[in-house]
């Protein structure tokens, strides 16, 4: 290896992930993660090394990169594995290629033109139907036929690292029916990951669930910020709306599908049968550890959920066959939730809402404080990674501060 990596480093020689950054003396550019450094891709093109034109590595953004087809960016990233482990590579004794994360900043990897939100957790749907409605009833009468989902906003999506002030609108108080307007009271994160699409599709078009793969790049760690108590008065008849589009938080650097590939894995049986247009052959779940920490202002973090990605019922093929069954195109960078990833236990809960059962069951911090939901000052963090047999493909984190409402 050419590149001290550091054992269990969620940038292993498997992942390869791609992202952009810059530095005080390098300008946005897309480089990839390995190990605690980044390959700047503009200083490796400068070898001549590729057979693209390389100016899609010197944008803001990795769209036009995308673009150019798995053909090409998973040939960079074969080619990227087998330097760094070749000592005569070309890009062996150039230090002048990396840099150390530590120095860079992370920006927004893709312009994110649509943002589509699903909610294909059967625990989740459960636990906030359970909460909301009748628990004999919980799931909504289409849930095991529909991967529900709603459009979102896709303009207040931000790279983690950037805070976020707490948003204020309208709630009902308890025992009232005159709303008022302030601070939201019940700010939530929402444990999920989100596909990036990597194709376009034309008006009319649709994509079949055995497709799918070749229209997904990559994914990301996604925090789909909540405020439940705008959410709770906001949501009939339309759903979500200002409860949801404050902001949300997604990891910088994109992991490939075919760097997940290895960790794949039979998902929940779908009972009923589903219509044929969401059939789907093999096994389409990914096996991703995630867990989410809090860190007060001035404390220690606490983990307080360990979930997995693989829980979903609804698989991201299925969810794309189903968002473009009816003819709506699909363009490069959009971005696609999962919906908040819960598991069976207590502790698997992806939002507070569930973790403290709508405020009923607190969570302690390290400093001795109470969590019913998320406080000013406090440090959401999100992580992710898969493993097996020595092999580990993570995203790193997404990380973000709540700062007071402005
Ligand atoms: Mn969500």
């Given at each position: 290896?050419?590149?001290?990596?550091?054992?269990?480093?969620?940038?292993?020689?498997?992942?390869?992930?791609?992202?952009?950054?810059?530095?005080?003396?390098?300008?946005?550019?897309?480089?990839?993660?390995?190990?605690?450094?980044?390959?700047?891709?503009?200083?490796?093109?400068?070898?001549?090394?590729?057979?693209?034109?390389?100016?899609?590595?010197?944008?803001?953004?990795?769209?036009?990169?995308?673009?150019?087809?798995?053909?090409?960016?998973?040939?960079?990233?074969?080619?990227?594995?087998?330097?760094?482990?070749?000592?005569?590579?070309?890009?062996?004794?150039?230090?002048?290629?990396?840099?150390?994360?530590?120095?860079?900043?992370?920006?927004?990897?893709?312009?994110?033109?649509?943002?589509?939100?699903?909610?294909?957790?059967?625990?989740?749907?459960?636990?906030?139907?359970?909460?909301?409605?009748?628990?004999?009833?919980?799931?909504?009468?289409?849930?095991?036929?529909?991967?529900?989902?709603?459009?979102?906003?896709?303009?207040?999506?931000?790279?983690?690292?950037?805070?976020?002030?707490?948003?204020?609108?309208?709630?009902?108080?308890?025992?009232?029916?005159?709303?008022?307007?302030?601070?939201?009271?019940?700010?939530?994160?929402?444990?999920e990951m989100g596909f990036i699409t990597g194709k376009n599709t034309n008006l009319g078009e649709s994509i079949s669930t055995d497709e799918a793969?070749?229209?997904?790049?990559?994914?990301?760690?996604?925090?789909?910020?909540?405020?439940?108590?705008?959410?709770?008065?906001?949501?009939?008849?339309?759903?979500?709306?200002?409860?949801?589009?404050?902001?949300?938080?997604?990891?910088?650097?994109?992991?490939?599908?075919?760097?997940?590939?290895?960790?794949?894995?039979?998902?929940?049986?779908?009972?009923?049968?589903?219509?044929?247009?969401?059939?789907?052959?093999?096994?389409?779940?990914?096996?991703?550890?995630?867990?989410?920490?809090?860190?007060?202002?001035?404390?220690?973090?606490?983990?307080?959920?360990?979930?997995?990605?693989?829980?979903?019922?609804?698989?991201?093929?299925?969810?794309?066959?189903?968002?473009?069954?009816?003819?709506?195109?699909?363009?490069?960078?959009?971005?696609?939730?999962?919906?908040?990833?819960?598991?069976?236990?207590?502790?698997?809960?992806?939002?507070?809402?569930?973790?403290?059962?709508?405020?009923?069951?607190?969570?302690?911090?390290?400093?001795?404080?109470?969590?019913?939901?998320?406080?000013?000052?406090?440090?959401?963090?999100?992580?992710?990674?898969?493993?097996?047999?020595?092999?580990?493909?993570?995203?790193?984190?997404?990380?973000?501060?709540?700062?007071?409402?402005?």
């Amino acid at each position: 290896m050419i590149i001290n990596i550091p054992e269990n480093s969620d940038f292993s020689i498997h992942n390869i992930p791609f992202g952009i950054f810059s530095t005080e003396d390098r300008t946005p550019r897309a480089g990839v993660a390995i190990g605690e450094h980044i390959l700047d891709l503009v200083a490796v093109a400068e070898l001549d090394v590729f057979d693209f034109n390389t100016a899609v590595l010197e944008k803001e953004v990795l769209n036009d990169f995308i673009s150019l087809g798995k053909e090409i960016t998973n040939r960079v990233r074969k080619d990227i594995q087998h330097w760094l482990q070749d000592e005569d590579s070309v890009l062996a004794r150039k230090p002048e290629l990396f840099v150390l994360q530590s120095d860079a900043q992370m920006h927004m990897p893709v312009y994110i033109g649509d943002y589509t939100d699903f909610y294909s957790s059967i625990e989740h749907a459960t636990n906030v139907g359970t909460m909301f409605r009748d628990p004999a009833k919980a799931l909504m009468p289409n849930w095991k036929h529909i991967p529900v989902g709603y459009h979102g906003r896709a303009s207040s999506i931000v790279a983690s690292g950037e805070p976020i002030h707490r948003p204020k609108g309208q709630t009902l108080p308890k025992d009232s029916d005159t709303p008022i307007f302030g601070p939201s009271q019940r700010l939530d994160f929402e444990l999920e990951m989100g596909f990036i699409t990597g194709k376009n599709t034309n008006l009319g078009e649709s994509i079949s669930t055995d497709e799918a793969e070749d229209y997904i790049f990559g994914m990301v760690l996604l925090n789909d910020w909540s405020a439940r108590d705008i959410q709770k008065w906001e949501y009939v008849p339309l759903g979500p709306f200002l409860a949801k589009n404050f902001a949300s938080h997604i990891s910088p650097w994109i992991v490939t599908l075919e760097a997940l590939d290895p960790f794949r894995v039979s998902g929940p049986e779908q009972n009923p049968k589903v219509l044929p247009y969401l059939e789907f052959e093999g096994t389409k779940n990914y096996d991703i550890n995630l867990e989410v920490g809090i860190s007060p202002e001035n404390t220690e973090e606490q983990v307080v959920c360990h979930s997995n990605f693989k829980y979903m019922y609804w698989n991201m093929a299925q969810q794309l066959a189903h968002h473009t069954v009816n003819g709506c195109n699909i363009n490069i960078g959009d971005l696609y939730g999962s919906g908040t990833i819960s598991g069976k236990d207590e502790n698997s809960y992806g939002s507070m809402l569930e973790l403290a059962w709508m405020g009923t069951k607190p969570l302690k911090m390290k400093d001795g404080s109470e969590r019913k939901f998320i406080q000013d000052g406090d440090t959401v963090i999100m992580r992710g990674f898969a493993e097996k047999e020595g092999k580990r493909v993570g995203f790193g984190e997404v990380s973000a501060k709540v700062l007071p409402a402005k």
